[in-house]
Each structure stands twice: as C-alpha cells, then as structure tokens.
C-alpha cells in the first residue's frame, strides 16, 4: 500500500514534467479514439446501407435482345409487316407480341434461389379503351394552335402486378390512392376484372368508384373482344397535384403525364393484351449485395448462354453510396495505427526520460531495501497515472471533434458520379413449372414496405440523393469506453517496459559511489 502511495506522490511532485506528457499523449490519444470512432460509424453505416440498397435484381429482356427485334423490323416495310400481319397464326401472332417479354417460367424458376427473399411480376401493355378521354400532356403543335383539348386516340397504357400495394410508385410516394381500394393478391389469383385510375383522368371523363370502363382484347374478336373493367380505385400523381396547385386550379396550366397509365391485376393485363404466361420484369429483393455475384452466376446458369434475358441489380447504387464509407473506414484503420504508434513512441521516450533523470532516486530505494518489485510498482502507478488522466482527456476531447472529423474525412472521399451503370448477365430462357405462385409475392400492403416495378430506373434517377444521404453519424458507444480501457492498459504496459529494464539492471552501491 505505501508502495502504491509513493506512486501516487511521485505522480503529484513531478507535475510539470507530467503534465507534458499527459498534453502530448492526450492529443495522441485524441485522434486515435476520433479514428476508432470514425471507423465504427462508417462500419455501422455501410451495415445500415446494405440493408436497403443493393439487394434488389430485375430479370427483363436484355437490350441486345431487344435492339435485334428493333432492326429485324425496321428492315420491313409497312407492306411486308401487314402482310407478315395477315398471315401469322393465332400461335405466331403471340410469339410476336411477346418478342420484349420474359416467360413467366423464367422468372419463377429464378425466385426459387435461396437468396431471393420476396418477388413480383409486372406487365406493361397498351390496351385500347373505348369511350375515354385522355389527359396525357397537350402535344406542342395544338398548344400553339391555341387548343388545349387533347385528342384521344382510345389508347392507354395498363400496368399490372400481383398486389398494388407493393408498386414502387404507391410505395415512394409519387403516387397515392385518392380514394377507393388497391387491388390485392387475391384479384391477382382469381383474375379479377378490376382496374385503379388517375384522379385527373377519372374528373375528365366523370369516372367514380363503382364505375366501369370497356377495353379491348388485343387480338381477340366478336363478343370476347372486349372485358368490362371495374373501377376500384383513383389514384392521385403527387407531382401534378402540385403542379395544379402551383398554378392556381387552372387545368389548362396544368399537365398530366402520368394520366393514361391504369393499373390492373397482372393476370388481368395478360388477358388484355392476349400475352398469358409472360411479363415484361420479374422484380426480386435478395437477402444482400454481398450475394449479388452468386445470384448473377445462378441466373446464367439457368438460363444458358443466350442473351436473351438478363439479370440487372442495383449493386452500383450500393457502391456509388457504401465506397466513400468504406474508403473512409480503411482510411480511419491507418490512422489509428499511426496514433498509435505515436502514442507508443511518446510512452517510450517519456519514461526513459524520467528513468534517466531519476537514477539516484532509484538508486537509493534500492538501497533502502526496497525489492525490485516494489521499485517497479512505484512507477507502474506513476505511468498509469499518467496514462490515465490522459484518455479522460482524450475520450472528452473525441466527443467534440469525432463528427467534424468523420465528415470531414466523408466530404473527401464522396464521389461526384449522380448516374451509375447496372451490371448484366444473360442468358436463354430454361424450362420450369410455368404459372407457379411466385414465392414470397407479396400477400399485403407494400410487401412489408418493399416496392417493385421500374425500380432501378426510380433508383438511377435517385442515386445523386441517395449519395447526400449517405453520411457518419459518429456517437460516443459503449464500446468505444471499452478499447479507452484496452489502450489504457496496451500502453500503461508499454511505458513500463523501460523502466522494469532500468530497474532490475541498477546496483544501488554503484550509483551511490558515483555521488
């Protein structure tokens, strides 16, 4: 105990030189404990960020694929595709319509990956509506002819999936039920002739709730040429909504993009546009991007060497967001084993320091009678201390700066790029069990939040946000107070090193003789 209280005066006595010390080794400390925490702010961001970017594919035609189509039919004239038109049967007249969409045997096939976690199915068609007026944007050459009607020609783009609800239009917020209901999985399943329109659309041609709308079969003639739809559902575009209230309630102002786009149960699009079996996406959220090179390798693998179809995921959304992070994370690594070492070299040359200029003292310790041990414990309290003093300071000190630094070393590695390439696989379509209920397709509102449909193009569009979104939240955790202990120790263990080596080779009549 006395042993221990000697330390602890010795501590006090020497102040001036200690306090040096204590400066130096804080400010050390300082900046290790701001790198450590830095480190584990970015670790925990990137978990957060792969968490709800990077997990999601879609499988769609491929545009090698589509671009063949495009030059196969360019290179006829109008003459040579009516009479290619007139001669198809029922069969081949199918197959043509379904040159830019994907087997739904492709797309089941594929959910069944253990990584895949929930799935969709979407249809996009143009379905002839009779009796309905569009309010798309008024072309420019009637705006300067003064007139703002807009002519309708009876034709209408119908989206379709296995719940509304999980649409990512509904989902993020540019689209919103006005009133009625969404569509669910169980119009899907049971083919349900119903359909959600636009509130702009549904006002122009005094549509409501209830109501029914006439569209045609594409193909189809006679009485089954036409399937009378039930409007369920108005919804409203958030962005002309505004757009109406910006310009006062005046409709003319106002323009309309998204009016002709109607939703209805995937099964029911099918019918409409005589496509049974086949979508234009299968939309998937995988478990995570760390899975996204093993998921593109399943997919080429099922469906062979083609390029036919192709899987794109959103991995360069992730990358664009988590590489600043990640490369502020390595960054952090270094320099906190730089302080570190800084911290060692400090320790070091401070006790030899004091050791050397203090070899009398020892010497006549030892004389006294005291042990080695009880002379090394003398200083192993002084160095604790020391040591001590210093990471209180230092832990208070991360607390004010450790945010300015992560930002700080944020804004220097963040990227500029506001667009990302998708990465593709291709392939041929393989054989599976058509018409299978897709696993884990959504089976309530928003598929637990998840939305599905045009999703990477939504994302793309996004990335430059999702970029400012991404930033260091540097807080003061628990575990931070624990590696302030772990140092406290390392180096209370190193600055005892000289001394203890001091110590043991010191012969007190020696140095008393040298006085």
């Known amino acids: 105990m006395r042993t221990l209280s000697r330390g602890f005066r010795s501590f006090r006595r020497h102040w001036a030189r200690n306090l040096i010390i204590v400066i130096l080794l804080a400010v050390c400390l300082t900046f290790s404990l701001s790198m450590l925490a830095v480190k584990l702010a970015a670790d925990q961001q990137v978990k957060s960020v792969k968490a709800t970017v990077g997990n999601y594919a879609e499988v769609s035609v491929s545009s090698e694929a589509l671009m063949a189509y495009f030059e196969q039919q360019r290179s006829m004239t109008q003459a040579e595709r009516n009479a290619q038109a007139r001669t198809m049967t029922d069969l081949e007249e199918m197959a043509n319509r379904a040159e830019s969409l994907v087997p739904e045997e492709v797309t089941d096939t594929f959910s069944k990956v253990d990584e895949v976690r929930t799935y969709d199915k979407l249809l996009s068609a143009s379905v002839t509506v009779s009796g309905l007026t569009s309010t798309s944007v008024t072309p420019l050459f009637q705006i300067r002819e003064g007139s703002t009607s807009s002519s309708s020609s009876g034709r209408f783009q119908f989206e379709g999936n296995t719940d509304a609800a999980a649409l990512a239009d509904f989902v993020d917020g540019r689209k919103q039920l006005f009133s009625g209901s969404l569509y669910t999985y169980a119009d899907y399943k049971n083919a349900n002739p119903v359909v959600v329109v636009e509130k702009n659309l549904a006002e122009t041609n005094e549509l409501e709730v209830g109501d029914t709308i006439e569209a ?91 390029s036919t179809y192709a899987l794109t995921t959103d991995e360069s959304n992730y990358q664009a967001i988590a590489d600043p992070l990640i490369k502020v994370g390595k960054t952090s690594l270094i320099g906190l084993g730089g302080a570190l070492g800084a911290c060692a070299l400090i320790v070091l040359l401070a006790m030899g320091i004091t050791i050397g200029s203090r070899t009398k003292e020892l010497g006549v310790l030892k004389a006294l009678g005291a042990s080695n041990r009880q002379v090394i414990t003398q200083y192993a309290v002084e160095v604790v201390c020391i040591t001590l003093v210093a990471i209180i300071l230092a832990m208070g000190a991360t607390t004010i700066i450790g945010q300015k630094l992560g930002n700080w070393m944020l804004s220097g590695n963040q990227t500029s790029s506001s667009t990302q390439e998708t990465a593709q696989v291709a392939g041929v379509p393989a054989a599976g069990n058509s018409g299978s209920a897709p696993r884990g397709a959504p089976t309530g509102p928003g598929a637990m939040g998840q939305a599905f449909g045009q999703r990477l193009r939504n994302q793309v569009m996004n990335t430059s946000a999702q970029e400012q979104a991404a930033s260091i939240q540097v807080v003061y955790r628990g575990s931070l107070f624990l590696y302030g202990i772990l140092l406290l120790v390392m180096i209370s263990l190193l600055g005892m090193a000289v001394p203890v080596i001091w110590i043991v080779r010191i012969r007190p009549a020696r140095i008393l003789s040298m006085e």
């Open 216 to 306: 045609s079969i594409s193909g189809a003639s006679g009485s089954n040429s036409k399937l009378e739809l039930k409007i369920i559902g108005i919804y409203e575009t958030v962005e002309a909504e505004r757009s109406s209230e910006s310009s006062g309630g005046n409709s003319q102002a106002m323009t309309n993009p998204m009016g002709n786009i109607l939703y209805s149960p995937l099964s029911v699009v099918q019918k409409m546009n005589a496509t049974p079996g086949y979508v234009t996406t299968g939309s998937y959220y995988f478990d995570s991007v760390d899975h996204t090179e093993q998921l593109q390798a399943v997919f080429s693998s099922q469906v062979g060497e083609d």
